[in-house]
C-alpha cells in the first residue's frame, strides 16, 4: 500500500471539491497543498507570493484564482477565514480536533500568532452550555501589541 504525503485534510478537501463539480486544475492542487502544511492563517497575497517561490510550480497561480479557490473552499466549510484587522483577511484549513486554535494578532504590525489553552477550551464548553444557541464551533482572536512592538516602543524612550 502506498502512504499519502498529505493530511486527511487534503484527501477531505479533493474529494468535497470533486463531488462539488470543481475539477483538478493545477492551482487547486497547489493551493491545497500548501494549506495542507500551513500552521496557522495566512493572507491571500502570502499565498501568491509562496506558490510563486516553490520551486515545483511550472506556472505561477493567480491571485484571481487563489481567491476563487478559497472562496469555494470556504463555501465547503474547508478553510476558516479570519478578519484580522486593518481589512486583511487570512485563511486556514479546518481541521477541528486536536489542531484546533485561536490566534494572537498585533494591531501595530500584523504579526499573527497561533495559541492553544486547555482552560479556555473547557470554560468555552461550559459556556456554550449557558448561551441559547447549539455552538458548533468558537474562534477567538485577542488583539494587542506583540511582544516585538511593545519592546521596539520602549526603545524609543
Known amino acids: ?3 499519502s504525503k498529505h493530511t486527511e485534510w487534503y484527501d477531505r478537501a479533493s474529494r468535497a471539491l470533486q463531488d462539488a463539480g470543481y475539477r483538478r486544475g ?8 500548501l494549506l495542507d502544511t500551513q500552521a ?8 501568491e507570493e509562496t506558490l510563486r517561490h516553490r520551486s515545483h510550480a511550472t506556472r505561477t497561480v493567480s491571485r484571481a484564482s487563489i481567491y476563487r479557490i478559497l472562496a469555494e473552499l470556504e463555501a465547503l466549510s474547508l478553510v476558516t477565514k479570519l478578519e484580522v484587522g486593518q481589512a486583511t483577511w487570512r485563511f486556514e484549513a479546518t481541521r477541528g480536533g486536536k489542531h484546533h486554535h485561536h490566534h494572537l494578532v498585533c494591531d501595530r504590525c500584523g504579526r499573527l500568532m497561533p495559541f492553544a489553552d486547555e482552560a479556555l477550551e473547557r470554560e468555552l464548553v461550559r459556556v456554550s452550555t449557558r448561551v441559547p444557541l447549539a455552538v458548533a464551533e468558537h474562534e477567538v482572536i485577542l488583539r494587542g501589541a506583540c511582544e516585538r512592538c511593545t519592546d521596539d516602543a520602549y526603545k524609543s524612550f
Open 1 to 3: 500500500m502506498v502512504e
Open 26 to 33: 493545477g492551482a487547486r492542487h497547489a493551493l491545497l497543498e
Open 40 to 47: 496557522c492563517a495566512c493572507s491571500a497575497i502570502e499565498i
